[in-house]
């Protein structure tokens, strides 16, 4: 049960597709919440379709946040999100609204509610310097030589980045090579947050869930998914950039300069999405082990859960500090 100084903050996760999105607005009918959006491309704007952002309808229904804050050229990390959400929620409260951390991205959740690691005490230009040097060798040479690198000097990383996203491979070698430090050793001085996450997920039959990412992205290309990437780059956005190595964005990307044909691309972007679930969920198991799974698709039976929860740990905190 949370303390009284710890206020509890509801955490909603699930692997992409899972419906979480639905189920916030749902439970925005039932409690006067707000969403913190946990999602490491919604923060892009112009990358709508790719990243199934809440709708302009979803998002009148329950306000959220950290969704379009940057440029598809800048970078963000885990930790510049922990910090700017941390100092939203009490002004939330304040407001007489319930936060409400919806998302997938295991990393923005992990820095939010299990403590903070403050990139500032570290020599920020020096760390600029490799990143610019790291990024050139990334366009030059591709990921695969310096995910090698990371393996030699930070093991531990290049285990949680098996992935190969090669913002975050970057950013764990430019710490190591400014410092001489493992990134993933430093990681370890966290400070806690404030409050207390109530971790609720939604977790469906495999075969079900892999149903669900399929058609999703069959919805997206009929939603112009095609025409949107289209457009990123009409606009001069170099195709290489970290944002754009999206699942969903980069083989769109490969088919408009024909390497493959548009029905390899839908097939690829399904299988890297649901290799995604899988590692989204092996993540949760890890870093979220307390979480109470509901296993339903129905996002009205989800909030009604998580509201009735809710509920039930508010009218224990009150009667034990009564």
Same mark, same amino acid.
């Given at each position: 049960m949370?303390a009284?100084?710890?206020?509890?903050?509801?955490?909603?996760?699930?692997p992409?597709?899972?419906?979480?999105?639905a189920a916030?607005? &749902?439970l925005?009918?039932?409690?006067? %919440?707000?969403?913190?959006s946990?999602d490491? =491309?919604?923060?892009?704007r112009l990358?709508?379709?790719?990243?199934?952002?809440?709708?302009a309808?979803?998002?009148q229904?329950? !306000?959220?946040?950290? %969704?379009?804050?940057?440029?598809?050229?800048?970078?963000?990390?885990?930790?510049?999100?922990?910090?700017?959400?941390?100092?939203?929620i009490?002004?939330?409260?304040e407001?007489g609204?319930?936060p409400?951390i919806?998302g997938?991205?295991g990393?923005? %959740?992990?820095?939010?509610?299990?403590?903070i690691?403050?990139?500032?005490? #570290?020599? $920020?230009?020096k760390?600029?310097? #490799?990143?610019a040097?790291?990024e050139?060798?990334?366009?030059?040479?591709?990921?695969?030589?310096?995910?090698e690198k990371?393996?030699?000097v930070d093991?531990?990383?290049? $285990?949680?980045? &098996?992935?190969? /996203?090669?913002r975050?491979?970057i950013r &764990?070698?430019?710490?190591y090579?400014?410092t001489g430090?493992p990134?993933?050793?430093?990681?370890? =001085?966290?400070?806690?947050?404030?409050?207390?996450p109530l971790?609720f997920?939604?977790k469906?039959? =495999?075969?079900?869930? #892999?149903?669900?990412? /399929? /058609?999703?992205?069959?919805d997206?290309i009929d939603?112009?998914?095609?025409?949107?990437?289209?457009n990123?780059?009409?606009?001069?956005y170099?195709?290489?950039? !970290?944002a754009?190595?999206?699942?969903g #964005?980069?083989?769109?990307?490969?088919y408009?300069?024909?390497?493959?044909?548009l029905?390899?691309?839908?097939?690829? %972007?399904?299988r890297?999405?649901?290799r995604?679930?899988?590692?989204?969920?092996t993540?949760?198991?890890?870093y979220?082990?307390?979480?109470?799974?509901?296993?339903?698709?129905?996002?009205?039976?989800i &909030?009604?859960?998580?509201? /009735?929860?809710?509920?039930r740990i508010?009218?224990?905190?009150q009667?034990?500090?009564?």
């Amino acid at each position: 049960m949370p303390a009284p100084d710890r206020p509890p903050v509801i955490v909603l996760l699930g692997p992409t597709a899972s419906g979480k999105t639905a189920a916030a607005v &749902a439970l925005a009918r039932r409690l006067p %919440i707000e969403v913190i959006s946990a999602d490491s =491309r919604q923060i892009y704007r112009l990358m709508d379709i790719g990243t199934a952002k809440p709708t302009a309808q979803q998002q009148q229904q329950c !306000p959220h946040h950290f %969704i379009d804050i940057i440029d598809i050229t800048d970078q963000y990390s885990a930790g510049e999100f922990a910090t700017a959400a941390r100092s939203l929620i009490p002004r939330l409260r304040e407001r007489g609204k319930i936060p409400a951390i919806v998302g997938g991205s295991g990393l923005y %959740i992990y820095a939010l509610c299990e403590g903070i690691f403050d990139f500032s005490r #570290y020599p $920020r230009k020096k760390i600029a310097e #490799y990143r610019a040097k790291l990024e050139k060798q990334w366009r030059e040479q591709g990921i695969t030589p310096l995910y090698e690198k990371l393996q030699q000097v930070d093991p531990v990383a290049a $285990r949680r980045y &098996a992935d190969r /996203n090669p913002r975050r491979i970057i950013r &764990a070698l430019e710490f190591y090579l400014a410092t001489g430090v493992p990134l993933s050793r430093a990681q370890q =001085r966290r400070q806690p947050p404030p409050f207390q996450p109530l971790y609720f997920g939604i977790k469906l039959e =495999r075969s079900r869930l #892999y149903e669900r990412i /399929n /058609n999703r992205v069959y919805d997206m290309i009929d939603q112009g998914l095609v025409a949107e990437v289209q457009n990123i780059l009409n606009q001069g956005y170099d195709p290489t950039l !970290p944002a754009l190595q999206t699942m969903g #964005y980069k083989e769109i990307i490969d088919y408009l300069e024909n390497r493959i044909s548009l029905e390899a691309a839908i097939a690829q %972007i399904q299988r890297a999405t649901r290799r995604y679930a899988k590692r989204q969920q092996t993540w949760f198991k890890k870093y979220a082990p307390s979480t109470f799974w509901i296993e339903s698709e129905d996002p009205d039976a989800i &909030a009604e859960i998580i509201a /009735n929860q809710y509920f039930r740990i508010l009218e224990a905190q009150q009667k034990s500090t009564a």
